[in-house]
């Protein structure tokens, strides 16, 4: 199922298409397609070029893998997410490697390479849903994440399925249209609430 952006003109037609279903095809994802997707997320911009991401990952076929991950999300989300075609998992390095210090931007860096993943994901013809509903400890514990490493997002990759496979409330929201704050309320001038350069 597609849901691209409408009334919007200008937009590249990955950014337009990008959007996170829950209903995915249950069929894998090559692992070289799985390649140039994460390919996209090495290349994506970071503090001091430290590139803070790691990711955690298993297709649906391997199946110890696929279970240890679609067990560290909240059962809410394994509802759907078990039929997608590959789980991942986001984690931060917390330290910077050229002086140890704290990483102030190691999040915002590896949601920069999620974005470019999910954008290369849609040039491949599929999805990426992330997902705040997952337990870190239990990444920690089950897949020996060491100590300065924090799982921060959980990630279902794979191609668009049929909503109605969905159970019927998840069916419904998966059909609603999609909804954005007005830009105007994101994006300022040079000051707080002014208006922005290209005006209303």
Same mark, same amino acid.
């Given at each position: 199922?597609?849901?691209?952006?409408?009334?919007?003109?200008?937009?590249?037609?990955?950014?337009?298409?990008?959007w996170?279903?829950?209903?995915? *095809?249950?069929?894998?994802?090559?692992?070289?397609?799985?390649?140039?997707?994460f390919?996209? +997320?090495?290349?994506?911009?970071?503090?001091?070029?430290?590139?803070p991401? @790691?990711?955690?990952?298993?297709r649906?076929?391997?199946?110890?893998?696929?279970? +240890?991950?679609?067990g560290c999300?909240?059962?809410?989300?394994?509802?759907?997410?078990?039929?997608?075609?590959?789980?991942?998992?986001?984690?931060?390095?917390?330290?910077?490697?050229?002086?140890?210090?704290?990483?102030?931007?190691?999040?915002? /860096?590896?949601?920069?390479?999620?974005?470019?993943?999910?954008?290369?994901?849609?040039?491949?013809?599929?999805?990426?849903?992330?997902? *705040?509903g997952?337990?870190?400890?239990?990444?920690?514990?089950?897949? $020996?994440?060491? $100590?300065?490493?924090?799982?921060?997002?959980?990630?279902?990759?794979?191609?668009?399925?049929?909503?109605? /496979?969905?159970?019927?409330?998840? +069916?419904?929201? $998966?059909?609603?249209? @999609?909804?954005?704050?007005?830009?105007?309320?994101?994006v300022?001038?040079?000051?707080?609430?002014?208006?922005?350069?290209?005006?209303?």
């Open positions: 199922m597609e849901k691209p952006v409408s009334g919007v003109s200008g937009l590249v037609d990955v950014v337009r298409r990008r996170s279903p829950r209903a995915f *095809a249950p069929q894998g994802v090559a692992p070289e397609v799985l390649r140039r997707i390919e996209a +997320a090495r290349w994506a911009p970071s503090a001091y070029n430290e590139q991401w @790691r990711f955690l990952v298993a649906r076929e391997e199946e110890e893998g696929f279970n +240890a991950l679609l999300l909240v059962k809410a989300n394994r509802l759907w997410a078990c039929r997608a075609g590959a789980l991942a998992v986001g984690i931060v390095k917390r330290a910077l490697d050229y002086d140890g210090k704290a990483n102030l931007w190691a999040e915002h /860096d590896l949601g920069a390479a999620v974005a470019q993943l999910s954008l290369q994901a849609v040039a491949e013809g599929l999805f990426v849903h992330p997902m *705040a997952f337990s870190p400890s239990r990444v920690r514990e089950s897949c $020996e994440v060491p $100590e300065g490493y924090d799982p921060l997002v959980a990630l279902a990759m794979g191609y668009g399925g049929d909503p109605d /496979d969905l159970p019927e409330e998840l +069916a419904l929201r $998966e059909k609603e249209p @999609r909804e954005r704050r007005p830009l105007e309320e994101m300022f001038g040079a000051r707080w609430k002014t208006e922005a350069p290209w005006g209303r």
